[in-house]
């Protein structure tokens, strides 16, 4: 089963920033959609922000505008920085990758990385 590997986050101020990056390892691994969902408090997991295996970028309408997600396709990563992060930020972010598996595509998840945002 694949593993992602996930970096980044931590604790923030309101108003500050943080990056955060995942990796799909391995080599002659396709890889389509990558992104990041997160988790608040309580709260579903929900989408942040995602772009596709044809570069189709989606975000959250919470995030537009504050977070930018990129992706090296070369090197199956995806990263996600943060900037003028707000208290409403705050929870676990989860790295997503759909991978092509025995003819098919299967989303597998990282373990989580936690963010906090604190005024």
């Known amino acids: 089963q694949e593993q992602l590997v996930e970096s980044g986050g931590g604790s923030v101020q309101v108003g500050g920033s943080l990056s955060l990056s995942c990796a799909v390892p391995?080599?002659?691994?396709?890889?389509?959609?990558m992104g990041w969902h997160r988790q608040a408090p309580g709260k579903q997991r929900d989408l942040v922000a995602t772009?596709?295996?044809?570069?189709?970028?989606k975000y959250a309408d919470s995030v537009k505008g504050r977070f930018t997600v990129s992706r090296d396709y070369a090197k199956n990563t995806v990263a996600l920085d943060m900037k003028n992060l707000k208290v409403e930020d705050t929870g676990v972010y989860y790295c997503?990758?759909?991978?092509?598996?025995?003819?098919?595509?299967?989303?597998?998840w990282g373990k989580g990385t936690p963010v906090t945002v604190s005024s």
């Open positions: 997503l990758a759909e991978i092509w598996k025995r003819g098919a595509w299967v989303e597998y």
């Open positions: 391995g080599s002659r691994i396709v890889v389509n959609t």
């Open positions: 772009i596709a295996g044809a570069r189709a970028i």
